[in-house]
């Protein structure tokens, strides 16, 4: 992890003047300034995590599930605090829940949800079942009018579907996921880039947006 705080004037001397072909500011700018400048360091010694590829923000996500996870959010001591949305909170019926994060604004008919994080305004129909999956959820609701007229046209209504079955998944935003959806992630699947959806080390991304006809698989 590195957050750097330099002075602003020097910091454009260095890359227009001294350092004009440097890439890098942990190998080369600050190496090569710790005898020319005042260069202070700090250990952080809290909770970090690289989140630079699918796999690791995958478990960075599903770890928040765990009983007491490193990054606890429920820390006194270390306040987490998030926009305020003012939505509602979320509403549950029907379904068994295991060590799964559920944002305000989601509403939940699933047969089952475990391990997984659900995203804000997040909707999961009646039958369904998710298991470790980051669920990123919705920028908007839907109106019971917009629902009636997706049906009407024969597009599923945002969010998933009902009897989907999800696991090993991150559901990006605004996706809409028909009824008998099966995606299940796994190290069975070879990487690769659908236009729907992208499969990388077993983790498989659903694109922001997308549209998943009933009775997909993956």
Request: hydrophobic share 35%.
């Amino acid at each position: 992890m590195g957050i750097y705080i330099f002075n602003r004037k020097l910091l454009f001397d260095l890359l227009e003047n001294e350092k004009k072909d440097a890439t890098d500011f942990g190998k080369e700018i600050i190496p090569e300034s710790i005898h020319k400048y005042k260069v202070c360091s700090y250990q952080y010694d809290g909770y970090w995590t690289d989140i630079g590829n699918i796999y690791s923000f995958f478990e960075a996500n599903l770890s928040l599930t765990k009983d007491i996870p490193e990054f606890n959010l429920f820390d006194n001591k270390n306040a987490i605090y998030t926009r305020a949305r003012m939505l509602p909170p979320a509403k549950i019926s029907g379904s068994t829940l295991e060590k799964t994060v559920i944002a305000e604004g989601s509403i939940i008919n699933a047969s089952r949800v475990e391990n997984t994080v659900v995203g804000i305004r997040s909707r999961i129909g009646h039958g369904s079942t998710v298991v470790s999956s980051y669920l990123m959820g919705n920028d908007y609701f839907e109106t019971i009018n917009d629902m009636n007229q997706a049906r009407q046209s024969g597009q599923p209504i945002l969010g998933i579907g009902d009897r989907c079955y999800i696991k090993n998944a991150i559901v990006d935003k605004n996706v809409r996921i028909g009824d008998d959806v099966r995606i299940n992630g796994g190290a069975h699947l070879e990487n690769c880039d659908h236009a729907l959806y992208t499969v990388k080390d077993g983790i498989v991304v659903v694109k922001k947006g997308a549209v998943i006809p009933n009775g997909f698989v993956i």
